[in-house]
């Protein structure tokens, strides 16, 4: 257990659904990240926020909506998504945003879009 | 922007044999950061290394941190099966291209297999 919770840990979705994974951190932590895991591109950066701010969007497509509402919990919200789209989609948190600080990963929603 | 290069990408050992895996950075490095993933896992955090040359050790697994701060190392001593994963090495990114925004930086991983 790091002390940052995924739910789901599986999602399975049609390319017209609509879902939203959810994070959960119990670190105290201030910076919460989006990334994406797939064969291709092991760690994707996707979003970061700091104190409940968006801080980075790596050119994400906006089909890929992130919602941090406060500085605990972080959703991505999905909708109309492509089969390339399947992947392991990680969250994190830091103590801060600059790098200077480890990283700690959930567990990761394994997505696949059909 | 800063890179980190990682090599190699795959490395298959024997057992008992001993696997290193490297990491190089664009620019210079305030610290460096090392995870393990293992299969079906989430990455999870090793070390972090912050002085020129600096060296730490656990148990099995030896961290170099070189004198220009660009590059790192991480070596397995004698491997066993539980060391399989993948390892990644992380720096912080300075773009000031990005509005002077920062992030820490993913290498793209050794992945590790080893034969018992």
């Known amino acids: 257990e790091t002390g940052v919770t995924q739910t789901p840990r599986h999602l399975v979705m049609g390319m017209t659904n609509k879902k939203s994974l959810k994070c959960e951190q119990h670190?105290?932590?201030?910076?919460m990240y989006w990334y994406k895991q797939s064969a291709k591109k092991p760690l994707e950066l996707m979003f970061v926020?700091?104190?409940?701010?968006?801080?980075e969007n790596n050119s994400v497509p906006s089909r890929f909506s992130p919602e941090c509402p406060n500085s605990s919990h972080l959703f991505l919200h999905l909708h109309t998504l492509q089969p390339e789209d399947s992947a392991l989609y990680l969250c994190?948190?830091?103590?801060?945003?600059?790098?200077?600080?480890?990283?700690?990963f959930g567990q990761g929603t394994r997505l696949t879009v059909v | 922007g800063q890179q980190v290069m990682q090599i190699p990408q795959y490395q298959h050992v024997q057992e008992g044999e001993d696997f290193t895996t490297y990491c190089n950075s664009s620019?210079?490095?305030?610290?460096i950061q090392w995870y393990k993933q293992r299969p079906g896992g989430h990455p999870v955090f090793l070390i972090q290394?912050?002085?020129?040359?600096e060296v730490k050790k656990q148990k099995r697994l030896t961290f170099q941190f070189g004198e220009a701060k660009k590059n790192s190392s991480l070596h397995i001593t004698a491997t066993q099966t539980t060391d399989v994963g993948t390892y990644f090495c992380a720096g912080p990114s300075h773009s000031k291209a990005q509005g002077g925004s920062e992030k820490l930086v993913f290498g793209k991983g050794t992945k590790l297999t080893v034969n018992p």
């Open positions: 290394l912050v002085k020129s040359g």
């Open positions: 620019t210079t490095l305030s610290n």
């Open positions: 926020y700091n104190f409940k701010e968006q801080t």
């Open positions: 994190a948190s830091s103590q801060d945003r600059r790098g200077t600080t480890e990283a700690f």
């Open positions: 670190l105290g932590h201030n910076a």
